[in-house]
């Protein structure tokens, strides 16, 4: 691997590290710390080029994570990394602090509004909130999709390893996608038919660019794959029917 591939790839996982929740100092050490045991502070200084006392506080951190530990050896202490399978641990204990969070102040909010918009900005942000919108879906119930003429819903999902379990979901659930494509994205869409739990159209003349909508059980959702990704959410379950109605007319519209 070449010095630069490797940087990229460094620069990837720091940015995955912050925003799972460490912050840019302790993912600096973290990864340093990965390929060593009973590693000196003083190696992870020049390593990291980080000052000594920013090595010292991310050290503290990353064992309080349970991410690293020490033992001391000849009266000097020695860190190592702990499995990176801690970050696991790490998310699920911030999902279910996340959701107890929630039930508590859900008693002091006032009520949502028949029809409330959220904006989410960034692959990151995009990918979170379709697996929520996904888990929020009732079980046995048919997401409709107004396509894009861009791929990056599924690329994007790919690139972070995510779609097999998208996918694993949606079958669990027995959730099944109505699917509005283009005819250039016809071969693709036979691939995909024959893996997923799906169907799709052609619809002549079709075409939205990168902006593509989905219309879920109770809201839409309008993705425009830009730079950056901007996903904007419109919740009310009438606002979904009239856009299912639309979608409705559009899939009479279209054939294989």
Not at 40 to 64: C, N, P
Not at 173 to 190: S, W
């Amino acid at each position: 691997m070449s010095k630069n591939t490797d940087g990229l790839e460094n620069r990837h996982l720091l940015k995955q590290l912050e925003e799972i929740g460490l912050s840019e100092k302790e993912a600096r050490v973290y990864i340093a710390l990965l390929p060593y045991r009973d590693i000196g502070s003083s190696k992870l200084i020049r390593m990291t080029g980080l000052h000594g006392q920013f090595v010292y506080d991310a050290l503290t951190k990353l064992e309080e994570k349970g991410l690293a530990k020490h033992v001391v050896q000849n009266g000097r202490k020695k860190f190592s990394a702990n499995s990176p399978t801690r970050i696991s641990s790490l998310i699920e204990e911030k999902r279910l602090s996340a959701h107890s969070l929630v039930r508590q102040l859900q008693g002091r909010f006032v009520g949502a509004h028949e029809q409330d918009f959220e904006v989410y900005q960034g692959e990151s942000a995009f990918i979170a909130h379709q697996f929520v919108l996904l888990e929020k879906q009732p079980c046995d119930t048919v997401i409709d999709v107004i396509a894009s003429q861009s791929e990056r819903y599924q690329t994007t999902l790919e690139e972070e390893g995510l779609w097999d379990d998208y996918i694993k979901i949606l079958r669990e659930k027995n959730i099944k996608t109505r699917y509005l494509g283009q005819e250039v994205q016809r071969e693709r869409l036979k691939k995909i038919e024959a893996l997923l739990p799906w169907t799709y159209r052609i619809l002549p003349g079709h075409a939205t660019g990168l902006m593509n909508t989905d219309i879920w059980h109770d809201n839409i959702t309008l993705n425009i794959f830009g730079d950056p990704v901007l996903s904007i959410t419109i919740s009310g379950k009438q606002i979904a029917d009239g856009y299912r109605e639309f979608f409705e007319a559009l899939w009479k519209l279209s054939t294989k």
